[in-house]
């Protein structure tokens, strides 16, 4: 039905927008927003291969893991954030350059 | 050895452990003292004088050639050994009297140990480089004992004139002893039949011819090595310094100037006779030498007023006498004489110690007079000892000295007989007028005020020496009687030993008791009253010449000092321009030094500056990468995985 191709194009497209989002936000959530955005397009690739019939039990074993993974991270991330706004007093990205060398 | 110890012991001490001082001095004398009789007695009997019981011990290895020291024992080591012990334990036990009050008690036992075993070692040396050290120590112990009371200028000047004049003298023995090592390869006097008095090497040197006067060579050396005996036991011209050497302390004077040190000049000739032995043109210096010393110095004793200052030439004298019974009559005719004289010349001086302590220090014998009461244990035992030495007879010195005039005369040396006898015949003259001055008459001895002083016998320490030293002063030459002669025969078994004349002794005695009879009539039938007469004086300007010793020092003073103080300039000149030359170099290296600084300065230092700065820029620049901001590290690590990634498709693409 669908190719595998397409979902894979899809798949990076989605990877390559999540890092760009990354890179450039200002807003410290939204740089987790991205991050979450490039966890989900690799989790897409497990899937498209298992449709694929590449990968037997591990595609969804795989993604299930990573699921959960991913909503830890994203509460750490997110208590780190508040820290950050408690202390700054902002979310903004380019006023964290304490560890500057 | 024993008294070395005990000098080296001594000398660390502090000046508080008297008893200690004393009591290590004399009882390693005193050691010394029965060893070296026992040895006299026992095993160096006679029938030693060949075979000498020698022991050497390697001490410098150097190349293919030893230094060896060695130790010889024979007969007249024995004799030596034991007349010096004896007589120096004696005087040990006198100055502990004589000393008693002096603040440097200890120190002058340390050195009276020191000097005992510089003349112990002297005597038995058997290798010349440990003769000449013990000289030297000798020497240097007669330097500190001489200026022991160093605060006076008068004992310092002295120590100094004492060490330099000898040193003249032991720089001749020094040639001597440094041409035999070269010449025959050895400094050893016995080594098994190689040594330097036995027959190979004597015959080595007789053989070779000098072009000193065409003596062989063993002559010469003996004379080199009789210039240290000049120097020693201050014959002439180098007797200048004995009589200044009484500022020591009197005990010093009887040990050194009288007995012992003095008798080391003898005793060296004796001991390398046989060197002499081989060419009568060396016998003849040393007789000559030793006649004119003798009558010289009797001559200026006879003007003397200072007590011992008369018994310093009278030293002198008698020293003269030695050499010549050396020369004409051989070792133990110059040997004999030598013990008698150690026995009554020390007898005298400790007899002069005991007068001038008890006179109050007064050393001026116009200013004594009629101690014979008081005193009288020193007015015997001086008389005794005046006696042996004006050649009384039966006391020893009659003997000895009967022996060398004897001896002179067979000899056929009529120049040096005639010259001893006339100084016998004044030796007579100036005891008596000594001993008449100090012991005869009134007592003449007032100070400044008028006030007399009255004279008191000394302690027991220092009469019962005298005692001793009197009984052997009379008794000794009865071992070297014509008629019986032991001491003889001891030393020299093989040797002729001269027959008794009974004349020739008649004609000695007379002499004896002219020069005593003149004495007695000028000094003591016209006892002079007054402090300053003396009847003599009225030969002048004889008596002033004789007064100042010939005018010798004066001489010595202009001739010989001088030129060494020139030479001390010159000296001096040279070392001026030293230090330019040390000057210019310094001054170069300064300014190379300064280069050095410059170069530092101006070079390095930029350049090490630059690096450092270079260093910091690039730090600075990389350090801008570290911004802090999460976003630009994880673009940085972006930018990584792709260049990876891209490179890996490369790579992949490529195949």
Known sequence: ?????????????????????????????????????????????????????????????????????????????????????????????????TLSG | MLPLLAGAVGMLLPLSQRR??????????????????????????????????????????????????????????????AMVSFVALLIFIFSHGYMHDDRAYARFFAFLSLFCAGMLGLCVANSLVLLFLAWEIVGVSSYLLIGFWHEKPSAAAAAKKAFLVTKLGDLGF???????????????????????????????????????????????????????????????????????????????????????????????????YPLFATDPAALEVVAWIGAVTALLAATIAVAQRDIKRILAYSTVSQLGFMMLGLAVGGVAVGMFHLITHAFFKALLFLGAGSVIHGSHHQQDIFKMGGLRGPMKITFVTYLVGAAALAGVVPFA????????????????????????????FLTAFYMTR????????????????????????????????????????????????????AFGHFLEPHAAHAQADLPFMAVATVVAFAGIGAGWLLYGRLAPASATDDPLA????????????????????????????????????????????????????????QGFFWTDEHLVRPAARLLAGATRAGGAALSR???????????????????LLGLLLLVMFAR
């Open chain 2, 174 to 272: 020094l040639v001597g002893i440094l041409w035999v090592y070269g010449q025959t390869g050895t400094q050893l006097l016995f080594d098994d039949g190689f040594g330097i008095l036995e027959d190979a090497q004597l015959q080595s040197l007789r053989a070779a011819t000098t072009a000193f006067f065409g003596m062989n060579l063993a002559g010469v050396i003996a004379l080199l090595f009789f210039c240290g005996a000049v120097g020693k036991s201050g014959q002439f011209p180098l007797h200048v310094w004995l009589p200044d050497a009484m500022e020591g302390p009197t005990p010093v004077s009887a040990l050194i100037h009288a007995a012992t040190m003095v008798a080391a000049g003898v005793f060296l000739v004796a001991r390398t």
């Open chain 2, 538 to 593: 009225r030969a002048q300007p004889l008596y002033r010449w004789l007064e100042h010793r010939w005018y010798f020092d004066e001489l010595y003073g202009v001739t010989v000092v001088r030129l060494l103080r020139i030479l001390a300039q010159l000296a001096e000149l040279i070392d001026a321009m030293l230090d330019l030359v040390v000057m210019a170099i310094s001054g170069g290296l300064r300014a190379v030094a």
């Open chain 2, 625 to 643: 990468l570290q911004t802090g901001r999460v976003q630009r590290s994880l673009s940085a690590v972006t930018f990584g995985a792709t260049v």
């Open chain 1, 1 to 97: 039905m669908i190719s595998l191709n397409a979902v894979l194009m899809l798949s990076a497209v989605l990877f390559a927008v999540g890092l760009a989002g990354a890179l450039t936000r200002k807003n410290a959530i939204l740089v987790l927003v991205s991050i979450e955005i490039m966890m989900n397009a690799a989790n897409l690739n497990f899937i498209a291969f298992w449709r694929a019939g590449l990968l037997e039990l591990t595609g969804p074993l795989f993604a299930l893991f990573t699921l959960v993974i991913a909503g830890a991270e994203s509460a750490v991330g997110l208590a780190l954030v508040i820290a950050i706004y408690r202390h700054f007093k902002s979310v903004d990205v380019a006023n964290i350059q």
């Open chain 2, 397 to 424: 010195g009659f003997w000895s000295k009967d022996e060398i005039l004897l001896a002179a005369w067979h000899h056929h040396a009529y120049g040096p007989f005639v010259l001893t006898m006339a100084a016998s």
């Open chain 2, 20 to 81: 200690l001082s004393f009591g290590l001095a004399v009882g390693a004398l005193g050691a010394s003292t029965l060893l070296s009789i026992g040895l006299l007695l026992g095993p160096l009997g006679a029938g030693r004088e060949q075979a000498p019981f020698v022991f050497n011990v390697d001490w410098l290895v150097f190349g293919g050639s030893t230094l060896k020291l060695g130790v010889v024992l024979n007969p007249l080591t024995a004799v030596m050994i």
């Open chain 2, 434 to 485: 000594q001993v008449a001055l100090v012991f005869f008459g009134d007592s003449r001895n007032v100070d400044e005020q008028g006030h007399a002083h009255h004279a008191h016998e000394s302690p027991l320490s220092m009469t019962v020496p005298l005692m001793i030293l009197a009984v052997f002063a009379a008794g000794i030459g009865l071992v070297g009687t014509p008629w019986n002669n």
